[in-house]
């Protein structure tokens, strides 16, 4: 299975991004199993390489374990490492960091084709103002938004993988 760059639905969560004109990516890959926003929430930040990520978060103060990325899941907890929840709903959910500068989001889809759509997507709250008005990204992401877009893909495969190990 392949992952897919897409546009963000209208109305899905992370779309504020797109109507503010701020940057804003979104991937998907399709699953055989029917998934629904807990299980995916589950498997993506207890995949292979989040499981990387987060401990490297341990290391500016922001520590996460299995039982909150279940807590989170499930709902319970709306903080986790350096994500809170902006909002969610039954499919979707939107993650600012603490920083207040990203913010990842996570949604299923059930298409037409019988399978669960995963998507995962990125948004960029600020950005440096340019004259007239006009926006750009920050020199930071600038430089490194080749980086940032293969290791989206990289997240949601690993993602994808760890539901089809425990489907």
């Not at 207890?46 to 374990?65: A, C, D, Q, T």
């Not at 499930?74 to 490492?81: L, P």
């Not at 020199?139 to 539901?163: C, D, E």
Request: charge should be neutral; hydrophobic fraction near 40%; include cysteine.
């Amino acid at each position: 299975m392949t992952i897919q760059a897409t546009e963000i639905p209208s109305s899905a969560l992370l779309h504020g991004h797109v109507e503010r004109g701020e940057y804003a990516d979104a991937f998907y890959t399709d699953i055989a199993d029917s998934v629904d926003l807990s299980e995916y929430i589950r498997a993506f930040y207890s995949s292979r390489v989040m499981k990387v990520e987060r401990f490297i978060l341990k290391f500016i103060g922001k520590p996460s374990s299995a039982d909150q990325v279940e807590k989170l899941a499930t709902g319970e907890i709306s903080e986790f490492a350096v994500w809170s929840v902006a909002e969610r709903r039954d499919n979707e959910i939107l993650l600012p960091d603490f920083y207040d500068r990203t913010c990842s989001w996570l949604m299923v889809s059930y298409p037409s084709t019988g399978k669960t759509r995963l998507h995962f997507g990125t948004g960029v709250h600020r950005m440096r103002q340019q004259g007239e008005g006009a926006t750009s990204l920050n020199l930071f992401f600038r430089t490194t938004i080749g980086f940032h877009l293969l290791y989206s893909k990289v997240l949601l495969r690993s993602a994808r993988n760890q539901l089809e190990k425990l489907g």
